[in-house]
């Protein structure tokens, strides 16, 4: 009796539907790795497979043709998703916190300044003065970090959250002598795992497929993030098949231009690490909703 009310035709359509909407997300993604291992001549007389009919990595050495600075690229994309995460939370969850204690006498004017940018902008020119003339962030690495460092959404967020925390466990902690940084890292943050997780989960993914910021304020290629040495990569070979002498000479080397498998390609190479991530950032989503789901 319990097997049938376990397997029952509600819980057998709600499986049904959960994998139709994984295949939905799956397929595309092989079929994008199938083509990127496919020859270019292949594609254009055979089309699109899963199963490459002729495997050629002519897209992956094209893109890798200059395989230092795509590893550069990785290591400044990584340092940039994992130090302006980190930050990110830091700030958002101190400024949030601090806008919810009654004891901050001027939280009502900190609060107008972080709800203005909610409704308006102040435009890409004097954000690009102020980030270059002022701040002096221009061809640095803290510019692809502190660009990005709050969210005025986040913000909210996370002060809507911190509002269901009872306060007399706040309230505990200063009774036993704890003061409100301890307060605040020791009892607040645990409890908030379930919001910092689900923020830090977006905004790191933000930070990965960030590469308007590279393109405005760094002209070092040493700092050039992945996501805009890919991009680069596109327009070269938008350049190379309207100039006919250079696309002769890379096909030369490499035979026919990797256009399209190019493209995939460089798809792989920007999603890769978030799919190899996720599995492993998954069990500490879980395990911070049950932590902040039970409160003693």
């Known amino acids: 009796m319990g097997n ?5 035709p509600s819980r057998l359509l709600l499986h049904l539907v959960f994998i139709l909407l994984c295949l939905i997300c799956v397929i595309p993604l092989l079929l994008v790795v199938g083509i990127s291992f496919t020859d270019e001549t292949s594609l254009m007389v055979d089309g699109y497979h899963f199963i490459p009919r002729v495997f050629s990595t002519d897209a992956y ?20 998703t994992v130090l302006g995460t ?6 958002t969850s101190m400024l949030a916190y601090s806008l919810t204690r009654e004891e901050v006498t001027a939280r009502e004017k900190i609060s107008l300044f972080v709800y203005i940018p ?18 002096h962030l221009k061809n640095t690495i803290w510019v692809l970090i502190l660009a990005s460092l709050v969210s005025a959404v986040n913000v909210l967020i ?16 200063r009774i036993d002598g704890s003061g409100e940084i301890r307060t605040f890292f020791t009892i607040v943050l645990p409890l908030s795992t379930p919001s910092l997780a ?12 960030d590469w308007m910021t590279c393109s405005l304020y760094i002209e070092t290629p040493k700092l050039h993030t992945l996501q805009y040495l890919l991009q680069s990569l596109m327009n070269n070979i938008g350049y190379l098949q309207s100039n006919a002498q250079a696309s002769r000479s890379i096909e030369q080397s ?17 999603i890769g690490p978030i799919i190899l991530l996720y599995p492993l950032l998954q069990k500490y989503f879980e395990k911070g909703l049950t932590i902040g789901a039970v409160k003693e």
């Open 158 to 173: 996370m002060k809507n959250f911190f509002r269901t925390i009872p306060n007399s466990l706040i309230e505990s902690a």
């Open 118 to 135: 909610v409704l308006f902008n102040g435009g890409l020119v004097p954000y690009y003065m102020l980030m270059t003339r002022f701040l």
């Open 254 to 270: 490499l035979g026919t231009l990797p256009s399209e498998g190019a493209r995939m390609a460089t798809c792989v190479l920007a």
């Open 61 to 80: 050495k094209y893109v890798f043709s200059g395989a230092g600075s795509v590893l550069q690229a990785y290591v400044v994309t990584i340092a940039v």
């Open 198 to 209: 689900a923020i830090g989960l977006f905004v790191a993914i933000a930070y990965w497929n």
């Open 4 to 8: 049938r009310k376990k397997f029952g």
């Open 86 to 91: 980190g930050l990110h939370l830091l700030v």
